[in-house]
């Protein structure tokens, strides 16, 4: 791992940032569709989120313009998708013998062009966003800056920056270009 800024942050968040975290009183929860985000800090240009997916939420390709981020996975069953791939094997889903998905921790970097998404599948997912907000943007809900197609229309409504699409029908085609 390429050792910047935004990768000393990151250790911070995962090692020692206390149990508290730093979360705003104002704006620290935002509903998008089924999506719920929780503002756990924000210090700009960082900013770090945590998405609660329910299950069968489709989050298609996409990227973040003004954003430079590491996605931390923490739990449940989501199936990340980068650059057109899948991330993670059936196995690599499953759960050890404590309970846990092999994939807790799983740590993905992506920059403000790497295209992204996810499929959440049974029971939902749970994911951190740790994030440095670019091109002098103060820090909002990753979400609002978007470019591709987004999962609701609730979501294509709140998006500020970036170039939002809306599809009827999303499918887990949707979420990978090159499978």
Known sequence: MKIDDLSVFLKYVLKEMP????????????????VTSTLLYRKAPYQ?????VPEGV??????????????????????????GKYL????????DES????????VIRVKPNNK????????????L???????GVEPHCVAKDYSGICFSQDHY????????????????QDVVSNS
Not at 158 to 170: A, D, H, M, R, Y
């Open 157 to 172: 409504d709140l998006v500020v920056s970036g170039q939002p699409e809306l599809k009827n029908q999303l499918t887990e």
């Open 116 to 127: 992204h998404g996810a499929v959440i599948g049974p029971g939902g997912g749970v994911f």
């Open 48 to 52: 770090v989120q945590m998405f609660s």
């Open 88 to 95: 993670h094997s059936d196995e690599e889903l499953e759960v």
């Open 19 to 34: 149990c508290t975290w730093a979360v705003p009183k104002a704006n620290s929860v935002w509903k998008i569709g089924e």
């Open 99 to 106: 309970g846990v998905c092999k994939a807790r921790g799983h």
């Open 58 to 83: 489709i989050i298609p390709e996409h990227t973040h313009p003004n954003v430079d981020s590491y996605e931390v996975y923490l739990g449940g069953h989501i199936k990340f998708s980068f650059e």
């Open 129 to 135: 966003s740790v994030q440095k907000w670019l091109n």
